[in-house]
């Protein structure tokens, strides 16, 4: 995905989430989930997901939350702190054969 796909995914996920709101669908204090996998999604960390996270805080603060699965290879102090600091949901997937 690129990072103009992924500005045009938050942009339509928050039309539509203003929508619902209006149509009395979702409760004022509902958030949008924007969550990240597929892949390795911090193969994209410096390309994609904070990026996306600073389009997303700037033009809807406070609407959405975010999520990713990750196998966790990837993941430093620094991404750790950045990630902790979005209260980001961490799933840590594991797979592979037993040696690995």
Do not use: H
Not at 2 to 27: P, V
């Amino acid at each position: 995905m690129t990072l103009d796909t992924a500005k045009a995914a938050a942009d339509w996920l928050y039309q539509n989430f203003e929508k619902k709101k209006r149509l009395g669908i979702l409760s004022e204090n509902e958030k949008i989930r924007f969550y990240f996998f597929g892949g390795e999604p911090m193969l994209c960390y410096d390309s994609i997901i904070v990026p996306i996270i600073e389009y997303i805080e700037n033009k809807y603060p406070n609407i959405f939350y975010y999520g990713m699965t990750t196998n966790g290879t990837l993941l430093n102090e620094g991404r750790i702190n950045f990630l902790k600091s979005k209260n980001f949901e961490l799933l840590l997937s594991i797979d592979g054969n037993p040696t690995t």
